[in-house]
T-cell receptor, first 110, second 116 residues
């Protein structure tokens, strides 16, 4: 069993739909990261959170430490949101202890 | 603009040859990392470095080597000992290894290596 799992693996949505990507993990963590990988391969950090909820524009990330679960929500989805979204957990304070999920591939159709 | 550059974007290598992937950052970050990404799998740590002239093995270091002679540069050599080198390689950096509350990891654009 992978220590970080994501669902769904692939997701296709119509423009404007509300999207949810889930991440569950089985290890103790100090922080959870949501990353966006563009079709060309470059990765951008979206959120880093250790509790509660964070919002940036149309993106919302939540985490439930007790349930070891996090969700990434995208409101009013747009074709430019098409990317792979990666959940990564950091155990301890250092970045050499980061476990990456397999990613969720999102395609938003006009 | 500050950031991380990796070159080349695409690289082809004949089996049995060593090849070096470049990673340069002008963010003045202390820590740098190399990851490998395979289809359907999460990124896996190959090597990381906290300071100049020092580096540590990650989870999958066999068949790879690195150097850190300058703060801004962390090249990765894929040797002929790496049995399955075809993959997407990503370089990243952070201000320091022990990430603080607001520290985030910055990634380069990646190099796609194909062994022919």
């Amino acid at each position: 069993k992978n220590e970080v799992e994501q669902s769904p693996q692939n997701l296709t949505a119509q423009e404007g739909e509300f999207i949810t990507i889930n991440c569950s993990y089985s290890v103790g963590i100090s922080a959870l990261h949501w990353l966006q990988q563009h079709p060309g391969g470059g990765i951008v950090s979206l959120f880093m959170l250790s509790s509660g909820k964070k919002k940036h524009g149309r993106l919302i990330a939540t985490i439930n430490i007790q349930e070891k679960h996090s969700s990434l929500h995208i409101t009013a989805s747009h074709p430019r949101d098409s990317a792979v979204y990666i959940c990564a957990v950091r155990s301890g304070t250092s970045y050499d202890k980061v476990i990456f999920g397999p990613g969720t591939s999102l395609s938003v159709i006009p | 603009d500050g950031g991380i550059t990796q070159s080349p974007k695409y690289l082809f290598r004949k089996e049995g040859q060593n090849v070096t992937l470049s990673c340069e950052q002008n963010l003045n970050h202390d820590a740098m990392y190399w990851y490998r990404q395979d289809p359907g799998q999460g990124l896996r740590l190959i090597y990381y470095s906290q300071i100049v002239n020092d580096f540590q093995k990650g989870d999958i270091a066999e068949g790879y080597s690195v150097s850190r002679e300058k703060k801004e540069s962390f090249p990765l050599t894929v040797t002929s000992a790496q049995k399955n080198p075809t993959a997407f390689y990503l370089c990243a950096s952070t201000p320091f290894l022990g990430g603080g509350e607001t520290d985030t990891q910055y990634f380069g654009p990646g190099t796609r290596l194909t062994v022919l």
